[in-house]
C-alpha cells in the first residue's frame, strides 16, 4: 500500500470516533469496523486500530467509573434533603456541600471529555504523519 493511503486511513480510523456524536457507542463501533476492514492491509493500519479501540473502551470504561462514583452522592445528597416521610417534603436548597460536589463532579467529566476530544485530534494527526501514536492511560483489551 502506498504510505501516503496507509497514513489517511489510519488518520480515519483515528478520527472516526467522532461517530460518537452521531449515534451512541459510535466512538467504539466506527473504529472498531474502520480498523477490522483495514488490519490486512499493512501493520501500521493494524497497530493504530488497536490503538484507537482499546483507548475508546477505555475511555468508555473511565467515563463510568466516574458515573458510578457520582451516583452514591446524588442518592445521599437526595436522602438528605427529605424533610418529613409523612408528607413527603422535599426541600432542594443546594447548600454548599451538594453545590461544590456537583462543580467537583462537573468539572472532573468535563475535564475526562476535553482530554478524550484533544487526545483523539492528536493521535489522528499523529497517525496521518505517519507516526505510531500510543494514547496515555490506555488499557489494552485487544492485544
Do not use: C
Not at 470516533?17 to 457507542?25: D, H, K, M, R, T
Not at 475508546?56 to 467515563?63: A, P
Not at 453545590?99 to 497517525?127: D, E, M, N, P
Request: net charge neutral; proline share 3%; no cysteine.
Amino acid at each position: 500500500m502506498k504510505q501516503n493511503n496507509e497514513n489517511t486511513n489510519a488518520f480515519l480510523i483515528h478520527i472516526s470516533a467522532f461517530a460518537g456524536f452521531i449515534f451512541p457507542f459510535g466512538h467504539i463501533i466506527t473504529p472498531l469496523i474502520a480498523w477490522q476492514t483495514l488490519k490486512e492491509r499493512s501493520s501500521f493500519l493494524d497497530e493504530q486500530g488497536k490503538e484507537a479501540v482499546n483507548f475508546n473502551i477505555s475511555y468508555t470504561l473511565y467515563s463510568f467509573i466516574l458515573t458510578l462514583t457520582f451516583i452514591p452522592f446524588a442518592i445521599g445528597s437526595f436522602f438528605n434533603n427529605i424533610n418529613n416521610f409523612d408528607n413527603f417534603n422535599m426541600n432542594f436548597d443546594f447548600n454548599n456541600n451538594n453545590f461544590l460536589g456537583l462543580i467537583g463532579f462537573g468539572s472532573a467529566a468535563g475535564i475526562i471529555y476535553l482530554v478524550g476530544i484533544a487526545l483523539v485530534i492528536i493521535a489522528a494527526i499523529k497517525a496521518k504523519e505517519g507516526e505510531n501514536y500510543k494514547y496515555p492511560f490506555t488499557i489494552k483489551f485487544i492485544k
